[in-house]
């Protein structure tokens, strides 16, 4: 599988309905968040319309949340915007001034219920698994 | 009379300012001041709630790197990652916004432009409006509502549960 290269698609995930997001720390020196997702029908990218997706993300360096749980609606993404917090920003430099190399990939995950995850990682890959009905 | 023009000045001491008195506020000052500030507006005890509740563009505010006017104040969101909406937008949140109050609901506590009810300590969407984002594809780049149930993008105007 190929890291997804084009990062424009993840303007695609808008209303993709998230299933589970795992914190994955099994392999020795690399951590990943894992999303399961289903997209929704409509979304107007047709090699992911209504499939059922695992996007994970690779290598995260760090990452920063602000989670809302007392709802009871399917948890969406809203939105998916390049780019990082100040303080997280700060954070990255800080890292880096110790002489931590820091990834390029930086995002700030929106879900449609006031979810906010803050990402910075290697790479991210995204595998079709089926179609979701 | 307190300032926060020009960064916090740490140790405290004061400045020779030619004798106007002046001093500037450390980040400590101004963060009580702002809860001081709430609690005179809301009550006791909501500064720190008040604190909690700030939006990214209020968060900056709020650390002196920036001074909002009124109109970013009120167009700011809440749960959208600090997004400052223009007048249009705001529009046509607000416009959504009166419809499902009208119907009895309420606005989420956790996100701009959902609307619902309280089913005990959870939050129950019913309602919602994405307000396109200028320039993104699909459906994020398109103002479209979702009513429960109904699995689609609809069109703003579609009646709501109770219209």
Redo the contacts between chains.
């Keep these: 599988m190929d890291p997804l290269t084009d990062l424009?698609l993840l303007?695609?995930l808008?209303?993709a309905v998230v299933a589970s997001l795992d914190w994955q720390t099994s392999e020795p020196k690399r951590r990943h968040f894992r999303l399961d997702i289903t997209v929704?029908?409509?979304?107007?990218?047709p090699p992911w319309n209504g499939r059922h997706l695992l996007v994970t993300l690779c290598e995260v360096a760090i990452s920063r949340a602000m989670i809302?749980g007392?709802?009871?609606?399917p948890c969406r993404i809203?939105?998916i915007?390049n780019g990082i917090?100040t303080e997280l920003l700060l954070e990255c430099k800080r890292l880096q001034s110790i002489g931590i190399e820091v990834p390029a990939l930086q995002f700030?995950w929106?879900f449609?219920?006031?979810?906010?995850l803050e990402v910075v990682c290697g790479q991210i890959f995204v595998q079709v698994e089926s179609r979701a009905d | 009379m307190v300032t926060d023009a020009i960064p916090e000045d740490t140790s405290g001491r004061l400045p020779r300012c030619g004798g106007f008195g002046l001093r500037f506020a450390t980040r400590a000052e101004r963060r009580r001041a702002a809860g001081r500030s709430a609690e005179a507006q809301f009550g006791r005890g909501s500064g720190a709630k008040a604190q909690r509740e700030l939006t990214?563009a209020e968060k900056l505010e709020f650390d002196g790197l920036v001074t909002l006017g009124a109109e970013q104040k009120a167009a700011s969101t809440?749960?959208?990652?600090g997004r400052i909406l223009s007048v249009a937008e705001q529009a046509e949140f607000a416009g959504f916004g009166r419809r499902a109050q009208r119907l009895g609901f309420i606005e989420?506590p956790?996100?701009t432009g959902?609307w619902?009810r309280m089913?005990g300590?959870?939050?129950?969407?019913v309602t919602?409006i994405?307000v396109a984002?200028v320039g993104?594809?699909?459906?994020?780049g398109q103002t479209h509502i979702?009513i429960?149930g109904n699995?689609?993008?609809l069109d703003p105007l579609t009646p709501l549960p109770g219209e």
């Excluded at chain 1, 007392?70 to 609606?73: D, E, K, N, R």
Aim: hydrophobic share 15%; proline share 4%; charged share 30%.
């Design positions: 424009s303007d695609y808008h209303d929704d029908s409509e979304a107007g990218y809302y007392l709802q009871s609606a809203d939105t915007h917090s700030t929106v449609g219920d006031g979810t906010i | 990214a809440r749960g959208m990652n989420s956790f996100r959902s619902g089913e300590n959870t939050y129950h969407e919602r994405d984002e993104k594809p699909g459906w994020r979702h429960e699995p689609s993008h």
